[in-house]
């Protein structure tokens, strides 16, 4: 049975990671940051121009590191790197080459390809929002071979994103071969927002022609027939291609909601035509296996969109029996720390999108994307340092009202002693460890930086009082 979803008054967001979510961030950790021309870990697949594609993989890890990091609001260090290096390998011609099939023009954000560019502007508006890193303002290439490369920056291409959805009669913008998904389109819709929040631009006014659009074109409103939403529109056509896929109702319905929360709050509760239950403690929505064959959607990847969507309803019934079902046949595993679900072809956007959800909840995405994050933010107290792997964060948040920044560390790859440092201090009142007054710190007044020794054989919270 599906719940209809009735919005209640904003909750504020729970703050501190579980040690799923701390498995699932090392897992990102360890598939990120390994060098640019090592790919352990990822699936290549034989066309690279559908959902298994290497730029979903990297876009769906991108928005699972952005809300893990929303959960730690005061470290940041950890997830900018992931971050900053998920959108390096985005950049890679092993990312993109497969435009080269799909276009003569071999610039893969010029024109189209938006499951491509606006994946990109997404994961850059992400990093700028969440870190204050505005790195990628500056100019960036994609490199081709030695007498090729295309350079923008983030301006140049969200503006290129804009341009194209004001100029097209229904305000989305092609990916490949003559197709409108909603979902992509949807993504630039993402991307117009995030950059207006972060550079005082306007081009999300374009937003509501495209939300109009495809309310009116991609809804099955039609009584008796399958589906929840239709595939995709054929610009050489001028028709949509008015298909049943279970992907394309469950992971449009998903990631729609900043975009536009009121028409998946109708939606919702005709998820219920495309849900299996398997028993009295599970679900999962199933995919075609010609699907699979052609390399558009999984079982794994239906029911993980299914998860996330029915967490941002408040639907802890049925994600409650999505997450059993994965458990059961997804085979999550923990491996040297990480964790990730291994019995599955698309193991890190299934995985992505699992630890997406087990941290989203009502309202968080939307909010994570329209919550415009004032700069004096990042001018308060906060963990810039410690040794990840070896160290954990599990909780790190800043009350600007008691003035007390908490902590709270575990032990990851080492128990030895070790330092936490902190930053944006003007003064301490007082250090607590565990609830009991600590003095083996050291603060540098003229830098604003407190550095805490401690030990790592447990778990430890600490209370910074900033006077």
């Not at 049975?1 to 040690?19: A, C, D, F, H, V």
């Not at 997406?356 to 810039?384: C, E, M, N, Y």
Request: proline fraction near 3%; glycine fraction near 4%.
């Amino acid at each position: 049975m599906i719940n209809t979803y009735i919005q209640s008054e904003r909750q504020t967001p729970s703050t501190g990671l579980s040690s799923d979510d701390l498995g699932h961030l090392r897992y990102f950790y360890e598939i990120a940051t390994q060098p640019l021309d090592k790919w352990n870990g990822f699936l290549f697949p034989i066309n690279g121009v559908f959902s298994y594609a290497v730029r979903v993989q990297l876009s769906s890890a991108s928005f699972a590191a952005a809300a893990l990091a929303s959960k730690t609001p005061a470290y940041r260090e950890v997830y900018e790197k992931i971050m900053d290096c998920l959108i390096q390998r985005m950049l890679q011609r092993r990312t993109w080459s497969y435009w080269r099939y799909c276009s003569r023009n071999l610039d893969p954000i010029y024109k189209n390809n938006i499951c491509y560019s606006a994946y990109l502007s997404n994961m850059i508006g992400l990093f700028e929002k969440l870190t204050n890193n505005y790195r990628y303002d500056e100019n960036f290439d994609l490199i081709w071979n030695k007498n090729t490369k295309f350079t923008y920056n983030h301006h140049t291409l969200t503006k290129r994103i804009y341009e194209q959805m004001v100029v097209n009669h229904h305000h989305g913008v092609q990916c490949q071969l003559e197709f409108v998904f909603q979902a992509c389109s949807n993504f630039a819709a993402l991307s117009n927002i995030l950059y207006d929040q972060l550079h005082g631009t306007d081009y999300s006014s374009v937003n509501p022609q495209w939300k109009k659009w495809s309310r009116e074109n991609f809804v099955n409103r039609k009584p008796f027939s399958k589906g929840i939403l239709y595939f995709s529109y054929v610009e050489f056509l001028k028709k949509m291609l008015k298909s049943s896929e279970n992907i394309t109702d469950v992971g449009v319905l998903a990631l729609a909601t900043p975009v536009d929360w009121d028409i998946v709050i109708e939606l919702y509760p005709r998820l219920a035509e495309i849900v299996t239950h398997s028993s009295e403690d599970g679900a999962f929505i199933k995919s075609r296996p010609l699907d699979d064959f052609f390399e558009i959607s999984n079982d794994s990847m239906t029911t993980s969109f299914g998860y996330l969507l029915a967490r941002q309803m408040d639907d802890e019934t049925l994600a409650e029996k999505f997450l059993n079902y994965a458990t059961k046949e997804f085979n999550p595993e923990w491996e040297n720390g990480k964790l990730y679900y291994k019995n599955v072809r698309t193991q890190l956007f299934t995985t992505s999108i699992f630890a997406w959800g087990k941290v989203t909840s009502g309202r968080q995405f939307a909010d994570l994307i329209h919550t415009k994050r004032d700069s004096a933010f990042f001018d308060l107290p906060f963990v810039s340092h410690v040794e990840y792997p070896d160290v954990y964060i599990k909780r790190a948040d800043y009350n600007n009202e008691s003035k007390v920044l908490t902590v709270i560390v575990i032990p990851g790859d080492s128990r030895e002693n070790t330092e936490i440092i902190c930053s944006n201090i003007t003064s301490i009142g007082s250090v607590q460890k565990d609830g009991v007054i600590y003095d083996s710190y050291e603060f540098e007044n003229g830098y604003g930086r407190l550095k805490i020794y401690t030990d790592l054989e447990s778990e430890h919270t600490f209370e910074i009082a900033c006077q």
